[in-house]
């Protein structure tokens, strides 16, 4: 069980940090996404990292404003979110994968309930 928190409303540059706590699993196990769902728009790719934490991907549109992160001791991931835009709003999930260091959603596996994150202008 994954479970994603960390969200709300916030100016345009500021900054949240998200959460994902897992549960039920062996955390270390499993690469780790963030993935984010615009009104009206298809799930996409944010944000991804291996299961040591040792490399780190993002979307071109994220990158160099938000940080990826894992503490596996705790059985969480984090997304660090700095220079918010108003295109950044949507809900953010964070999911698992078990084989793949994936930018596709499809080979996830486990998935949090969201978060909904709002960027005011």
């Known amino acids: 069980q994954l479970q994603a928190s960390g969200g709300g409303l916030v100016q345009a540059g500021g900054s949240l940090r998200l959460s994902c706590a897992a549960s039920?699993?062996?955390?270390?196990?499993?690469?780790m996404g963030w993935f984010r769902q615009a009104p009206g728009r298809e799930r996409e790719f944010v944000a991804t990292?291996?299961?040591?934490?040792?490399?780190?991907s993002y979307a071109d549109s994220v990158k160099a404003r938000f940080t990826i992160s894992r503490d596996n001791a705790k059985n969480t991931a984090y997304l660090q979110m700095s220079t918010l835009k108003p295109e950044d709003t949507g809900v953010y999930y964070c999911?698992?994968?078990?084989?793949?260091?994936?930018?596709?959603?499809?080979?996830?596996?486990?998935w949090g309930q969201g978060t909904l994150v709002t960027v005011s202008s």
């Open positions: 039920g699993l062996t955390f270390s196990n499993y690469v």
């Open positions: 999911a698992t994968d078990q084989f793949d260091f994936s930018r596709v959603a499809k080979t996830y596996d486990y």
């Open positions: 990292i291996t299961r040591s934490g040792g490399r780190t």
